[in-house]
């Protein structure tokens, strides 16, 4: 028998808590759920407002996984959700994680979390912007944050306050607070800097996303900041070898990195992180800091 929890009064039922969902580290699903709830603040903080799609990875990242957009069936009536516009014109309904409760329902799907760059209650007018820089082997997370530096000074140079957080896989999400402007405007003005980033570091980026293109490169993927596209959540788990997280980092962690394991965390990293630095990300979630997007370079 599943046991029962009982969590903000509702009733959950946890299932396989002994399951071993990363055999490298060993780490069980009860740990993960551990570490959903601990971390829950920063999490519902980070998720609060925006339709949720999940990765699904119910047997451990070498099992099957599967991406899901849609309110997963046998959803508790409780979890609230929203309906998303589709470019086919048919409304779907994505779950919103909005309390600890549903953030727990979630987790016991075993599933990473991903968002849209703008939230439920104004669907294709970002509040954020992002670029998620992707390195292609051999480049690592090393030569990711070398062009962190360039997009840092760039961006600010827009008057734009730029935080950054590991992808929890190979490489790093920068992240900038903007005034809602629609998505397709938000997507031209990273595509530009991309292009300028490629022009600037010819030998490091590369703004398309040619296989051939990117071995030793640092694809800057600007596409993300379409309505239709998600990132991973910060504080998420990744479904990889070992429970990694997409991180928030400090810009002299990027500035002095040189060897990838330098910016690699796992879950159990995270409590002190959070004990030392506070969430990084928390000026993300201050209006204030928000700032209008500067028009797309000519």
Same mark, same amino acid.
């Given at each position: ?137 051999? $480049?690592?997370? @090393? &030569?990711?944050? #070398? !062009?962190?530096?360039? =997009? ?7 008057? +734009? ?30 595509? $530009?800097?991309? @292009? &300028?980033?490629? #022009? !600037?570091?010819?030998? =490091? ?7 051939? +293109? ?51 965390? +796992? ?32």
């Amino acid at each position: 028998m599943s046991p029962i929890t009982i969590v903000e009064g509702r009733r959950l039922s946890l299932t396989n808590l002994d399951k071993v969902l990363y055999p490298e580290t060993g780490t069980t699903k009860g740990e993960v759920l551990h570490y959903c709830t601990t971390t829950a603040d920063a999490l519902l903080a980070h998720l609060h407002d925006r339709p949720v799609s999940f990765l699904r990875y119910p047997d451990g990242p070498d099992g099957q996984r599967f991406f899901t957009k849609n309110v997963p069936p046998g959803t508790p009536s409780w979890v609230k959700t929203c309906e998303v516009p589709h470019t086919s014109g048919e409304a779907t309904r994505q779950v919103l994680i909005q309390d600890l409760s549903s953030l727990v329902w979630a987790a016991n799907l075993v599933v990473e979390l991903h968002a849209p760059q703008w939230t439920g209650d104004a669907p294709g007018s970002a509040d954020r912007l992002v670029f998620d820089l992707d390195p292609g082997e051999p $480049a690592t997370i @090393v &030569e990711c944050c #070398a !062009a962190a530096q360039w =997009l840092h000074g760039r961006l600010a140079a827009d008057g +734009l306050d730029v935080h950054a957080k590991t992808s929890g896989s190979k490489g790093l999400h920068l992240i900038v607070p903007i005034e809602h402007t629609p998505s397709e405007r938000a997507t031209a003005y990273a595509r $530009a800097l991309a @292009v &300028e980033a490629r #022009a !600037a570091l010819p030998d =490091l980026v590369v703004h398309r996303m040619t296989k051939a +293109l990117r071995p030793g490169k640092v694809f800057i993927d600007f596409s993300q900041n379409a309505a239709a596209k998600t990132t991973a959540v910060a504080y998420t788990l990744r479904a990889r070898a070992t429970p990694t997280v997409s991180t928030p980092v400090t810009w002299d962690e990027i500035a002095a990195c040189t060897a990838p394991e330098q910016l690699s965390f +796992l879950f159990s990293d995270i409590a002190a992180r959070r004990e030392r630095h506070g969430d990084l990300l928390g000026p993300l979630l201050d209006l204030n800091r928000a700032a209008p997007l500067p028009k797309p370079p000519s």
